[in-house]
């Protein structure tokens, strides 16, 4: 394939190799030397609609580790503001003599229109509330790299699955791997389609964290909610919240993620998130070896 669009484009070979070459870009990475020259000769643009703080960083150190010429935008102060549709915008970046687009942007489906429409590599970088495919790959890179291998682990994805991208490609990556996957949230905050994925579904928070391996918990995403969703942040908290607390009520010891950035207090308190059952900055240290290898992969077959 010449594009990453998403998750469920791909399969379990396709993921293992993007694994192994992320495995080699990790140990360059810990090298005093970070850096190899495998894209000397490509340009990468990171076109930004929506904000972004790891996405972006990571796939610009990504690129730079790889040697690659780099240009970001961020249609925040660019002439979209003045109306430019999102071909124009690209294609004028494209006649720049642009190889490969990383795109990030709020309309479900914005990576899969432009790659009708462009000639260049595109990596779907997020895309409202559809697929975030590369944070799928950097999860499933890290429950393999904390416990050995990804199948037959159960992991339960714990939040805002409605309006998360991060749920869905995690979703289809986990059960390619051979994991079981629970969701778990309030029924407002879990899409109609769900029971259609083959995923466990559960709304008492206690039970899946008894029954999981892992829990990667999920920001409740405020800027997405058009209406007024229940619960409110104090009664997700109370009852959905992972502390302390519900961990020692479990009679062993589970991994903690979050794709970040949390929301302090709400889905996940600091007792949690900053002690040793979590793996946060693990998954955004992983991020930038898993995007190396994912552009490497795709530039190899232009
Ligand atoms: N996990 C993630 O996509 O974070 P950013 O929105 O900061 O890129």
Redesign the pocket.
Known sequence: TRHLLGIKDINADDIQLIFETADNFKEVLNRPIKKVPSLRDITIANIFF?????????FELAEKRLSADVLNFSSSNSSVKKGETLIDTVNNILSMKVDMVVM?HSSPGAPHFLSKNIKANIVN??DGTHE?PT?ALLDAFSIREKLGDVAGKKVAIIGDILHSR?ALSNIFCLQKLGAEVMVCGPTTLLPRYIGQLGVKIEHDVEKALQWCDVANVLRIQLERQQIKYFPSLREYSLYFGINREKLNKLDKEIVIMH???INRGVELNSDVADSEHSIILQ??EN?VAIRMAVLYLLAGVK
């Not at 929506?50 to 990571?58: G, Q, V």
């Open positions: 929506e904000n972004s703080t790891r996405t972006r960083l990571s990030r970088a997020g975030h944070q991060v794709p970040g950035p998954q955004v991020g």
